[in-house]
């Protein structure tokens, strides 16, 4: 059947971006993507979450699946242009990663508090041993540190078959590095792989130049 709006893909895809960018100071990531099908199991602690994977994949040209509950597909049907999948749909989520997609599922099945992962669903592992595609553990964080916005930091766990204690190290050195680092800095080792707002801690703009040449303060 065409597509009887071909515009609607772009113009999401536009909109996706454009709230990233406007909304986050920027995206960056530490670790090796895999390349080829994969399940990507991310914990799920912000409403970012799955945006800032989808450009992630953007950035990397990866094919790009998620699972996503029936409930949420209802409220926003247009996702599936974005990769979508219902929960229900795991043998179509088996074949998307057989034929090389990328596979994001949630294995907490919804946002929890951050902190270390709650119990995981099996539906990521079960997924990556059907299809016989890596299982990569993703420790996500969306976080206000020095700027004005918020940071978007993935550490790209290893491939593993022991899902519950490789996540929970990897939000965990994640978590220190975080907790141990210049807040005005990126976190070192990380790549920058999307550039978001600038902070107004960064430059200063005209009206702070404006304030500072009529007061004469300097």
């Given at each position: 059947?065409?597509?009887?709006?071909?515009?609607?893909?772009p113009?999401?895809?536009?909109?996706?971006r454009?709230?990233?960018?406007?909304?986050l100071?920027g995206?960056?990531?530490r670790?090796?993507l895999?390349?080829?099908g994969?399940v990507?199991?991310?914990?799920?602690?912000?409403?970012?979450d799955?945006?800032?994977?989808?450009?992630?994949?953007?950035?990397?040209?990866?094919?790009?699946?998620?699972?996503?509950?029936?409930?949420?597909?209802?409220r926003?049907?247009?996702?599936?242009?974005?990769?979508?999948?219902?929960?229900?749909q795991?043998?179509?989520?088996?074949?998307?990663?057989?034929g090389?997609?990328?596979?994001?599922?949630?294995?907490?099945?919804?946002?929890?508090?951050?902190?270390?992962?709650t119990?995981?669903?099996?539906?990521?592992?079960?997924?990556?041993?059907t299809?016989?595609?890596?299982l990569?553990?993703?420790?996500?964080?969306?976080?206000?540190?020095?700027?004005?916005?918020p940071?978007?930091?993935?550490?790209?766990?290893?491939?593993?078959?022991?899902?519950?204690?490789a996540?929970?190290?990897?939000?965990?050195?994640?978590d220190?590095?975080?907790?141990?680092?210049?807040?005005?800095?990126?976190?070192?080792g990380?790549?920058?792989?999307?550039?978001?707002r600038?902070?107004?801690?960064?430059?200063?703009?005209?009206p702070?130049?404006?304030?500072?040449?009529?007061?004469?303060?300097?």
């Amino acid at each position: 059947m065409p597509d009887r709006a071909p515009w609607a893909t772009p113009m999401l895809k536009l909109n996706i971006r454009r709230s990233l960018r406007t909304g986050l100071g920027g995206v960056w990531l530490r670790g090796s993507l895999p390349v080829g099908g994969a399940v990507l199991a991310p914990n799920h602690h912000s409403w970012w979450d799955g945006y800032v994977l989808r450009e992630v994949a953007w950035w990397a040209g990866a094919d790009f699946r998620v699972l996503m509950t029936a409930r949420q597909l209802g409220r926003f049907p247009f996702l599936r242009r974005m990769g979508a999948l219902e929960v229900g749909q795991m043998r179509e989520a088996v074949r998307s990663v057989q034929g090389g997609a990328w596979m994001v599922i949630f294995p907490e099945g919804a946002v929890q508090p951050a902190g270390a992962p709650t119990a995981l669903h099996p539906g990521a592992a079960w997924i990556a041993r059907t299809a016989g595609v890596p299982l990569v553990p993703i420790a996500l964080r969306v976080v206000v540190r020095g700027g004005q916005w918020p940071e978007a930091y993935l550490r790209i766990g290893k491939v593993t078959t022991q899902l519950p204690g490789a996540l929970a190290h990897e939000l965990a050195v994640l978590d220190a590095e975080l907790a141990s680092s210049d807040p005005e800095q990126p976190l070192a080792g990380y790549l920058r792989v999307m550039a978001g707002r600038t902070s107004g801690t960064a430059e200063v703009d005209w009206p702070a130049r404006l304030l500072t040449l009529i007061t004469g303060d300097r």
